[in-house]
């Protein structure tokens, strides 16, 4: 069966500083993989959605970036953090044609900046 | 952009049916209805999905209406751990996005 991982699960960082937040996915292969941000009491914010390896698609401008360096690996980065940065990341996965294939998420990253 | 629209809130009580409407007037013709729900401080969890045919699974049924503007998610005897917010999405057509909006905040009371 298909498993996400997310680590880490809390994080807290002090402004200026950088970010990685790895996942990885196990048990499929080509998935589609996304980064989603969430802040208190909102809803999901996409971020960043790769089909293929070293193909990114970014949704929101920002001070972050992602990358796809292997299939099933999916990076989140960035080189300063700003206060406005804190939120609840989440990664997913879903098959690689996406028509009727749901996706899946981890149990997402609390990134608190200070 | 495809959109959903979902009541902010619901109140249900305990083993009644929690009905939950989602309002997706722009879907695309062969787009599915995705629903997913959250609880506090974790992934959203995958309920279940359709497109044209009503859907049943171990956890949900879904009914979609005919002209697929719209969906209700029934959840048939509602637990206290059914409390959640409650996602319906669509994926944007012609790409891999899907866009979540706030979905329905639903209270399962005791």
């Known amino acids: 069966s298909q498993t996400i991982h997310q680590w880490p699960a809390t994080l807290v960082q002090p402004v200026g500083s950088p970010l990685s937040l790895e996942c990885t996915v196990e048990?499929?292969?080509?998935?589609?993989l996304y980064w989603y941000r969430q802040a208190a009491g909102r809803g999901l914010q996409l971020l960043f959605y790769?089909?293929?390896?070293?193909?990114i698609s970014s949704e929101v401008p920002q001070n972050l970036s992602a990358s796809r360096p292997q299939d099933r690996q999916f990076i989140l980065s960035s080189k300063k953090l700003l206060l406005s940065d804190s939120g609840f990341y989440l990664c997913a996965w879903s098959g690689p044609t996406g028509v009727g294939q749901p996706q899946h998420f981890g149990d997402g990253t609390r990134l608190s900046i200070l | 952009d495809a959109k959903t629209t979902q009541p902010p809130s619901m109140d249900c009580a305990e083993g009644r049916a929690a009905n939950l409407p989602c309002n997706h007037s722009t879907i695309s013709g062969n787009e599915y209805v995705y629903w997913y729900r959250q609880i506090h401080s974790q992934g959203p969890q995958y309920i279940i999905h359709g497109l044209k045919n009503n859907e049943t699974n171990e956890m949900a049924s879904l009914i979609i209406t005919e002209d697929r503007k719209s969906s209700t998610l029934i959840l048939p005897h509602a637990t206290l751990r059914d409390t959640a917010v409650y996602y319906c999405i669509v994926r944007v057509k012609g790409t891999y996005k899907y866009i979540f909006g706030t979905g329905t905040r639903l209270k399962v009371l005791a």
């Open positions: 790769s089909v293929g390896i070293g193909q």
């Open positions: 048990g499929t292969s080509n998935p589609n």
